[in-house]
């Protein structure tokens, strides 16, 4: 079957960190751009950030730039999101997605079920 | 950054009746935009890509349309299963800066 499974989320302190990883299974995850998208509590979808097939192109939206880090390890079929600094604003599900479209022109046409982060003391 | 807006918020269909959404952009994505059903506690599924395109597997009643800022998601004849929110979401920003619109729930009239 084809799937993507997330896992890392968790309550974490503001300020602290956490690393979600990604489970691809079914496909190939070096075929594929894959993409961080969040959806904070009873909100809409927000892109976070995303990864070519060979991590030469790595993007990040403004609000996590300097903060998160998007990596991929093709040979485990696994992608990761490095969160530090974390804000009660990163509050959220985390869904990863993988990607398809023209390099840089991409939308999303799988995805996992995401996993909770809560940032709060 | 492209900002998505949809309309209206909230759409209240009868099973069977056509629910058309609407999804602009303020400024023109060409044709690169998606369409996507979430249903509550799940992950969002694709439906529609480069405005008009279905994705694998889904039916025929949900057609897309329109280049540019205007968009429309139309679905000819609800099924329960389509009660749900819709995302539309822009895919034209170079270097990449993906925005999604802020969904429209449809909900059972």
């Known amino acids: 079957e084809v799937q993507l499974v997330e896992s890392g989320g968790g309550l974490v302190k503001p300020g602290g960190s956490l690393r979600l990883s990604c489970a691809a299974s079914?496909?190939?995850?070096?075929?594929?751009?894959m993409n961080w998208v969040r959806q904070a509590p009873g909100k809409g979808l927000e892109w976070v950030s995303s990864?070519?097939?060979?991590?030469?192109?790595?993007y990040y939206s403004d609000s996590v730039k300097g903060r998160f880090t998007i990596s991929r390890d093709n040979a485990k079929n696994s992608l990761f999101l490095q969160m530090n600094s974390l804000r009660a604003e990163d509050t959220a599900v985390y869904y990863c997605?993988?990607?398809?479209?023209?390099?840089?022109?991409?939308?999303?046409?799988?995805w996992g079920r995401g996993t909770l982060v809560t940032v709060s003391s | 950054e492209i900002v998505m807006t949809q309309s209206p918020a909230t759409l209240s269909v009868s099973p069977g009746e056509r629910a058309t959404l609407s999804c602009r952009a303020s400024?023109?994505?060409?044709?690169?935009l998606a369409w996507y059903q979430q249903k509550p506690g799940q992950a969002p599924r694709l439906l529609i890509y480069g405005a008009s395109t279905r994705a694998t597997g889904i039916p025929a009643r949900f057609s897309g349309s329109g280049s540019g800022t205007e968009f429309t998601l139309t679905i000819s004849s609800l099924q329960s299963e389509d009660f749900a929110v819709y995302y539309c979401?822009?895919?034209?920003?170079?270097?990449?800066?993906?925005?999604f619109g802020p969904g429209t729930k449809v909900d059972i009239k």
């Open positions: 990864i070519n097939s060979g991590s030469s192109y790595i």
């Open positions: 997605a993988r990607g398809l479209g023209a390099t840089g022109f991409w939308y999303f046409d799988l």
């Open positions: 079914g496909f190939t995850l070096s075929s594929y751009t």
């Open positions: 979401q822009q895919y034209n920003n170079w270097p990449p800066l993906f925005t």
């Open positions: 400024q023109s994505v060409s044709s690169n």
